[in-house]
């Protein structure tokens, strides 16, 4: 990768902390899983202690108010998200500790196509309470026996000596939570030592993230680096370093293995790479919300409304799943309805600063292809996407709050295999596609709609349900759906998160409930969450935040009242 002139001062450091991490290295090999444990507990506290500086520092650069229910995203996306997964790795560990497999303990099924499916949430009793109606699983490529599953589950764990050199994490700048974990996966999945170079929109968190690794920099194990693209492609490009990982754009990602420019697009066409290490990736795309056509409530239609609404405007579109293409039939008797209880919730949303770089002008390109769309408080409302000729919202991800509307023909199986068709072969990425369907059109569809589910090539389906869901869930794997190559990225390459450190798995497949409580229990869903805290109309989310992040870090029994009132609130 091309870069800018480096500062000597710039190399220097540089140099520096890569020389740290190859001699602490050597360290981290003879840590044995117990040492390690002890770190991760250490971690842990230090993210609770933190926590509040956490959210204050992401508040800021995000520009939100201190009073703001906006807040509850960076609660949940920051440190909550961190805490559940220290919780869970440090489970995994003492599991090999004792001797035994991480996956002992979690049910095994068999799924579609030759597949089993490991089911990770809910696992106890106070996962079944707070995420009441929610479940996740993931599905291992056909094939794979659960007795495999079982003794492969470990990763570098199953062998701590062997260490894999020193890794390069390249931060994500919209989700806070993402650069802290993607190094807990370097050192504890792939057993490398980490420097995280930060993207210069989160340099406001780089003592945040000190203090909350800072039992792992004290150990030799992690680095923390600003600056620019010229520190980057340095980084990158250090013979000292032997991989690298990246969250961001496939764009971005081309440039930095193929090198930028036209110079660079020749060679990523001849698949001749500039970067001469491994790379994985998480790239993001256009993610597909699929609403199968049913006889909907006026309650039903105006929750699912927020949802969608919700999955396109959390953090202001700034996420690497946010759904882009809302795939609806033409012949739903309810899709005016429907669609125009969606605009309502577009337009009544909080309003927040694109603090995100560049979002402005997506969002004018997104006009200028489409110049009839619904523009409203910075936001973009695409309807009736001509499905012959769509244009550039299937294929370019926006990264902003940009929603476009396609209608397909049919109804039932007819159109469920056309939203699948559609997801897989026209949407750009597979990080993440949606589905949001009734319980009676579930039980009509029957078993086509696990082939569905086993069709759509994606990372992590949600079934009533975000995809953000499956992000949040420490036990299952993020990122691209397998099969990417460097020259053909989409969504990236390799997993994050995974906390049972599961080898090879396929996808995550996530499952929420239809309706809030009360309204499921009085419909007999066996579920009792309220509207999700994630919800941009949620009015208590910061309140639940707060208390979600108090009991992941102690996950005291005494705690959840506190939660489940503040969620009902909301």
Known sequence: MTTPELAAEHTAAVDRAVAELVAGESAWAVRGLAERRELLERVHAA???HAEAWVTAAAQYKQLPADSPLLGEEWTAGPFSVLSATAALVETIRALEAGRSPVEGFPVRPAPGGRIAVKVLPHDLQERL???GFSAEVWMPPGVTEAEARQRAGLGLLNPAKTGGVGVVLGAGNVTSIPVLDVLYELYANNRVAALKLNPVTDG???VYADALAPLIEAGAVRVLTGGVDVGGY???????SHVHMTGSAATHDAIVFGPGEEGAARRAANT???DKPVTSELGGVSPVIVLPGEWSEADLRFQAEHVATQRLHNNGYNCVASQVLVLSADWPQKDRFLALLRETFDSAPERPAYYPGSDNRLALALDAYPSAHAQGGRVLIDGLDPAEPGPALRTEYFAPVLAVIELPGTGREFLDEAVRTANEDCAGTLGVNILAHPKTLSSLGAAFDEALAALRYGTIAVNAWTGFGYQTARAPWGA???HTLDDVQSGIG???NALLLDGPE????????????RSVLHGEPALSPRPPWFVTNRTAATTGRRLVGYAAERRWSALPGVVTSALRG
Not at 235 to 241: Q, R
Not at 508 to 518: E, I, K, L, M, N
């Open 235 to 241: 980084l990158v490009n250090h013979p000292d370093v």
């Open 205 to 207: 968190l780089a003592g």
């Open 47 to 49: 993210v609770a202690e």
């Open 507 to 518: 996808r995550t497949v996530v499952r929420g409930p239809f309706r809030p409580a009360p």
């Open 481 to 483: 759906f397998p099969g």
């Open 130 to 132: 707070m995420f009441s």
């Open 495 to 497: 997993v994050v998160h």
């Open 273 to 275: 790479p500039v970067l």
